[in-house]
T-cell receptor, first 114, second 115 residues
Framework: GQQLNQSPQSMFIQEGEDVSMNCTSSSIFNTWLWYKQDPGEGPVLLIALYKAGELTSNGRLTAQFGITRKDSFLNISASIPSDVGIYFCAGPNAGGTSYGKLTFGQGTILTVHP | SAVISQKPSRDICQRGTSLTIQCQVDSQVTMMFWYRQQPGQSLTLIATANQGSEATYESGFVIDKFPISRPNLTFSTLTVSNMSPEDSSIYLC????????????FGNGTRLTVT
């Protein structure tokens, strides 16, 4: 089946630093989604990308849909303590557009030191 | 976006018993799904909850172990049957809104521990 390889697996940064994480696949995805999961809660959608090359921002977050449609990155600028959590990339299974049946990356655990 | 509520939020159950998890959405949604998140792992799709018909299961998941109901467009249940410690996970309900092509939103999950 499809796999999403997310890196890094974990990051330890100082408050105020910028963060970058990425997701790659051997398969083409028609959509890339980035979620954040706080402890004890479900994943929350941060950014959705629908077109190759698309660059989308949500506050301090910026994500891009790679031109090859096989990768995406998420940047967080000027990190703050509440950015702590697990960040997941995800995409619809089998190159489809049904956003319910998603394949998730392994997640990037972000720790921000004050 | 839809607000998704799950009950219970957590439970500790004995081996061999069953637990039914409820998922309520605050608006009618086209699609509802159940995911599992094993400890320290990512999310894996269990099944699609189809309104008025049998759920569609992903490879590795079967109806006898994870029976699912979806009686209407706002409610679904997942039962974890004949539990073993390997079933200890977070079970997450999700919904994709009125448009099947709208991104997925999740409930807060049910944290299940089987002893």
């Amino acid at each position: 089946g499809q796999q999403l390889n997310q890196s890094p697996q974990s990051m330890f940064i100082q408050e105020g630093e910028d963060v970058s994480m990425n997701c790659t696949s051997s398969s083409i995805f028609n959509t890339w989604l980035w979620y954040k999961q706080d402890p004890g809660e479900g994943p929350v959608l941060l950014i959705a990308l629908y077109k190759a090359g698309e660059l989308t921002s949500n506050g301090r977050l910026t994500a891009q849909f790679g031109i090859t449609r096989k990768d995406s990155f998420l940047n967080i600028s000027a990190s703050i303590p509440s950015d702590v959590g697990i960040y997941f990339c995800a995409g619809p299974n089998a190159g489809g557009t049904s956003y319910g049946k998603l394949t998730f990356g392994q997640g990037t655990i972000l720790t921000v030191h004050p | 976006s839809a607000v998704i509520s799950q009950k219970p939020s957590r439970d500790i159950c004995q081996r061999g018993t069953s637990l039914t998890i409820q998922c309520q959405v605050d608006s009618q949604v086209t699609m509802m799904f159940w995911y599992r998140q094993q400890p320290g792992q990512s999310l894996t799709l269990i099944a699609t909850a189809n309104q008025g018909s049998e759920a569609t299961y992903e490879s590795g998941f079967v109806i006898d172990k994870f029976p699912i109901s979806r009686p209407n467009l706002t409610f679904s249940t997942l039962t974890v049957s004949n539990m073993s410690p390997e079933d200890s996970s977070i079970y997450l309900c999700s919904a994709s809104g009125q448009d099947a092509n709208s991104p997925l939103h999740f409930g807060n999950g049910t944290r299940l521990t089987v002893t």
